[in-house]
């Protein structure tokens, strides 16, 4: 009964675990697609890696839905007791927690020269690119939703960020009313610059600052995954095993009925002939 118990407990928490696993891949599969819509901002300020982020986002949404189907292989396995699902489901996950090692290990090598191209992208789009807070152009309205949205005004040094680029070449104003702290005000009018006007903080590093921030939360939810994934690895391996053993009792308890039926057929066959034989001698010796 206790061993039962037990075998019940292990499916039942990897077909538990497998459904973790599937929302995870979903969850990676919409992360994806925010990627590839939803962060237009943030793709159009990166210049010549936008595709960088763009092919990210694909790989983000194969990767998710490759999860999604080997988590379903191994809930399919647990449910219906299959071992040859549970073996797919081993191998595949047993791939994807390598890749998911390697992976990390890569990100956090390159984390400095990420920022470090990022930092030359950003500088470059607003002094080449950024035409005011009326153009209608990507890279234009991106600017203007980050400096609105962060409280922040031109890329590193506020108003100097502006100078010989091709906004104020372009309108002969020093900064747009985007850096402005109240744009109604009116001493914003892209010339005047004085204390509590502009907002004093320029836009890189609050970008940066969200970018690691949201990098520590998708971080620890990678750290629970990766327990996830591997719990699930062990529960499959015991699952296997146990399977196996339950499937191997039930032909030894099903031999030994076999043999025991054919020893009785095989007795009541020496029997008979002994029966047999037996008359045929006391019929001689009447004769």
């Given at each position: 009964m206790a061993g039962r118990r037990t075998y019940l407990c292990i499916k039942y928490s990897m077909v538990f675990s497998c459904a973790v696993i599937f929302l995870s891949g979903v969850m990676l599969i919409g992360l994806g697609s925010w990627m590839r819509y939803g962060a237009a901002t943030l793709v159009n300020l990166m210049g010549h890696?936008?595709?960088?982020?763009?092919?990210?986002?694909?790989i983000c949404i194969a990767m998710g839905s490759i999860l999604s189907f080997t988590s379903m292989m191994g809930c399919f396995g647990a449910g219906k007791e299959n071992r040859c699902f549970l073996t797919l489901f081993f191998m595949s996950m047993m791939i994807w927690v390598v890749a998911q090692v390697i992976g990390i290990l890569v990100v956090m090598a390159y984390s400095n020269s990420v920022e470090f191209m990022l930092f030359g992208e950003f500088k470059e789009s607003l002094e080449k690119f950024y035409l005011g807070e009326s153009a209608p152009d990507p890279i234009s309205t991106a600017w203007n939703v980050v400096m609105t949205k962060f409280k922040c005004c031109g890329f590193e040094n506020t108003t100097n960020d502006f100078v010989g680029s091709t906004f104020t070449q372009t309108t002969g104003l020093a900064y747009p009313k985007t850096c402005c702290a109240n744009k109604n005000s009116p001493s914003c009018d892209g010339t005047t610059i004085v204390?509590?006007?502009?907002?004093?903080?320029?836009?890189?590093?609050?970008?940066?600052?969200?970018?690691k921030s949201e990098s520590l939360i998708l971080g620890a939810a990678v750290g629970v995954m990766g327990v996830v994934e591997i719990g699930s690895l062990i529960l499959s391996i015991i699952l296997f095993i146990k399977l196996g053993s339950m499937h191997y009792e039930g032909r030894q308890r099903i031999r030994p009925e076999t043999s025991g039926e054919k020893l009785d057929i095989?007795?009541?066959?020496?029997?008979?002939?002994?029966?047999?034989i037996g008359e045929t001698d006391n019929m001689i010796k009447a004769t």
């Open positions: 890696y936008s595709m960088q982020l763009v092919n990210l986002s694909y204390p509590n006007l502009i907002h004093p903080q320029g836009c890189f590093d609050k970008v940066i600052a969200v970018i095989g007795e009541k066959l020496d029997i008979g002939e002994k029966l047999h």
